[in-house]
């Protein structure tokens, strides 16, 4: 955020902010990392980018099966209504993700 505070002033085009949970957050937890980001920087970002797929982080990559995917984007998308209200319009989300040729049909119609 310093970066942020510290630049806008000489900015004037379209941020976008690209988060994902720590390391030390299970997957189990990781859609409270991506909501405490997604409020933390809701005044600044023009648009976020989601990021599960990340090599560096232990099992991030998991976040897009099945199991975790639907529970973390419900969670975000209700989050963006949420931090929406004021704004004209809601902020885009991006998911960056592993795969998308595995998700099933009904979750490629949410992404």
């Given at each position: 955020?310093?970066?942020?505070?510290?630049?806008?002033?000489?900015?004037?085009?379209?941020?976008?902010?690209?988060?994902?949970?720590?390391?030390?957050?299970?997957?189990?937890?990781?859609?409270e990392d991506y909501l405490h980001l997604l409020d933390y920087f809701k005044d600044v970002a023009d648009y976020?980018?989601?990021?599960?797929?990340?090599?560096?982080?232990?099992?991030?990559?998991?976040?897009?099966?099945?199991?975790?995917f639907h529970k973390l984007i419900d969670e975000i998308i209700n989050k963006r209504e949420q931090i929406s209200k004021g704004f004209s319009k809601h902020k885009p989300i991006i998911i960056k993700a592993v795969s998308y040729t595995h998700l099933t049909l009904p979750t490629k119609r949410i992404v």
């Open positions: 955020m310093e970066n942020i505070e510290r630049n806008k002033k000489n900015f004037s085009g379209v941020l976008g902010v690209s988060i994902g949970k720590g390391k030390e957050i299970s997957n189990e937890r990781a859609h976020f980018a989601i990021n599960i797929s990340s090599p560096n982080t232990n099992d991030l990559r998991k976040l897009s099966e099945d199991e975790y």
